[in-house]
């Protein structure tokens, strides 16, 4: 089951990962999104993680995919979160 309060505690964590991710020049820093990243996604409710994966077992562990991958997962969650305000 996919709760409200799981949505929104992965958009909180994605969206500023993602924001501090994607203006960082900084390898070492984007490196180490991605592990607190890969981290949160281990432990994060399986449900949730398939409807933003679409299935893929790589989403946000991907080194080469994961600025794309994140982008969309913060843009999945803010439609979950528009949607669940109806």
């Known amino acids: 089951m996919i ?12 969206h500023q990962k993602r924001n501090v991710y994607v203006h960082s020049s900084l390898s070492w820093q984007r490196d180490d999104i991605e592990y607190a990243i890969s ?12 409807a933003l994966s679409d ?11 994961f600025e794309a991958d ?4 913060v843009e999945r969650l803010e439609g979950m ?6």
């Not at 309060?5 to 958009?11: K, L, N, P």
């Not at 981290?39 to 398939?50: I, K, P, R």
């Not at 299935?55 to 995919?65: A, E, I, N, P, S």
């Not at 994140?70 to 997962?73: D, E, H, P, V, W």
Request: charged share 20%; glycine share 2%.
């Open 3 to 14: 709760t409200r309060e799981s949505i929104e505690t992965a958009y909180s964590f994605l």
């Open 39 to 50: 981290s949160y996604v281990d432990n994060m409710n399986a449900e949730l993680l398939a």
């Open 55 to 65: 299935g893929r077992t790589d989403f946000l562990r991907d080194h080469v995919r």
């Open 70 to 73: 994140i982008t969309l997962a």
């Open 81 to 86: 979160l528009t949607a669940a305000a109806i």
